[in-house]
């Protein structure tokens, strides 16, 4: 994979450097191989065309578009990119929020045990990493995740003395 997306780096160039779309404030990233170009609305009318012109580019690069995949996201709705919803800020989807906070919450009020619904075998080090990846896409919303975090680690059937 890392050799594809190393390709798809070269070959993607003329894409982020148009001067059309650069002219029209659009901007172009790119994760692995999954490309975003963003803009005003000048962008969301014309994204039919823009499809088109991305496609024949990976075409000729030997590559293809998975237009499954392939939409166009206004900021009437959540824009998402790799599970992260990117309209202002990156943020968490509110979903995933709400339902980590009440899991936290439960564990807080019932124990971290109780919880476990699925059988996590580190169930602990399953809600430390998604504090973390939280705290990584948001930390201003994370902090109250990881304090609920920290009371549910030190609550009465825990295991654990103190937060680290």
Not at 36 to 65: D, K, N
Not at 85 to 100: G, K, S, T
Not at 133 to 162: F, I, M
Request: with cysteine; net charge positive; proline share 4%.
């Amino acid at each position: 994979m890392p050799a594809a997306a190393g390709s798809v780096t070269d070959r993607s160039r003329r894409i982020a450097v148009s001067p059309r779309w650069q002219a029209c404030g659009a901007r172009y990233s790119r994760y692995a191989d999954d490309l975003v170009i963003s803009g005003g609305p000048w962008l969301a009318a014309r994204h039919r065309a823009i499809e088109a012109l991305v496609g024949a580019a990976a075409r000729e690069e030997g590559f293809a578009l998975q237009h499954r995949k392939t939409h166009c996201a206004t900021r009437a709705g959540a824009q998402r990119v790799c599970g992260i919803v990117v309209n202002e800020h990156p943020n968490l989807p509110r979903a995933e929020f709400d339902r980590l906070k009440a899991v936290l919450h439960r564990c807080v009020v019932d124990g971290p045990a109780a919880q476990n619904r699925e059988g996590v075998a580190d169930w602990r080090g399953y809600l430390i990493g998604r504090v973390s990846w939280a705290a990584q896409v948001n930390p201003g919303k994370a902090a109250r995740l990881s304090a609920l975090l920290c009371s549910a680690s030190t609550g009465r059937d825990s295991g654990v003395r103190r937060c680290e």
